[in-house]
């Protein structure tokens, strides 16, 4: 078995296995939405473990990791009750929980970095160490945690399934599209070897999934989300901001000189190179959905 093959039997196998895990805890409405979250704080945390490790340069200029992944983990839970804010209103404490309890958060959060900065590390590194610290929760906790606000989105489920449909077909059709035609590189210093062809083809396949995964909502479960037209639009932009995800994770570990952001997953890498396509796509498709009236 040559070694391309096996790779992408190992990739294939590794999708097998977790992707039913994965697929029940962001599906299934029981045990009050928490598989939903465990997934969002699972997800997330090592991602950002992996950002900080790829990002450190040296004892004084890298993330505070444990406050990080500590603050991250408050963010999701803060975000949960956010979400699901109607399950707990019987709850005084969880009356009027709105968009203030992150913004609250967030700004505790930079309050104990600035003090940590100032008590525990020289000066100097000061502005790359809170910078890679906050940055990492902003782009990676916060946008991995609007997995959340999603599924509590009327017929978040099945909003969801779209969004893995699309950027696994986008993934998927970019792989083999580059991998049997691609002879034309996009250019991007990010990702060198990818080509237009690969990139092309990852798009035809996510409209075309996002195309079939809406129709397949409409045919078998009655549930009429978008209209042909919105389908092809939506597949195209999905696609594309899948792909600026991919480039900027691209970007960073280039930076960190690093090939994967780690080895969690065999055939796949890193957690960060599997869920890198969802950090911008997800909270675009999100708000769209709520711009649209979904709520």
Avoid at 100 to 124: D, E, H, Y
Avoid at 184 to 196: D, I, L, R, V
Avoid at 238 to 250: R, Y
Wanted: hydrophobic share 55%.
């Amino acid at each position: 078995m040559s070694g391309l093959n096996k790779e992408t039997l190992i990739r294939i196998l590794s999708a097998i296995i977790t992707l039913p895990v994965l697929a029940y805890a962001l599906i299934t409405d029981s045990f009050l939405f928490i598989p939903t979250l465990i997934v969002s704080i699972v997800v997330s945390l090592i991602t950002l473990y992996e950002y900080y490790m790829i990002s450190a340069k040296d004892e004084n200029n890298k993330a505070f990791i444990k406050t990080g992944l500590i603050g991250g983990l408050i963010l999701n839970i803060i975000m949960y009750f956010y979400a699901f804010e109607k399950f707990f209103a019987s709850s005084r404490l969880f009356q009027n929980f709105d968009a203030r309890a992150v913004m609250g958060f967030l700004v505790l959060l930079i309050a104990i970095l600035l003090v940590q900065q100032l008590l525990t590390r020289p000066l100097k590194g000061g502005i790359y160490s809170l910078a890679v610290t906050l940055f990492g929760i902003m782009y990676i906790v916060l946008s991995m945690s609007h997995i959340i606000l999603l599924k509590s989105l009327k017929d978040g489920s099945f909003y969801i399934v779209i969004l893995i449909v699309v950027i696994m077909l986008n993934d998927t059709g970019a792989y083999f599209g580059g991998m049997l035609f691609g002879k034309t590189k996009a250019g991007f210093e990010a990702s060198p070897n990818k080509s237009w062809e690969g990139y092309f083809s990852g798009l035809l396949f996510g409209i075309i999934g996002f195309i079939l995964a809406n129709q397949v909502c409409v045919s078998f479960f009655s549930r009429e989300l978008f209209t042909l037209i919105e389908s092809a639009i939506l597949g195209i932009s999905l696609s594309i901001l899948a792909n600026i995800g991919d480039l900027i994770e691209s970007a960073i570990k280039r930076d960190g000189g690093f090939k994967d952001s780690g080895s969690i997953i065999p055939g796949h890498g890193g957690m960060w190179d599997v869920f890198d396509a969802t950090l911008f796509a997800l909270p675009f498709f999100y708000y769209y959905l709520v711009l649209k009236g979904i709520a």
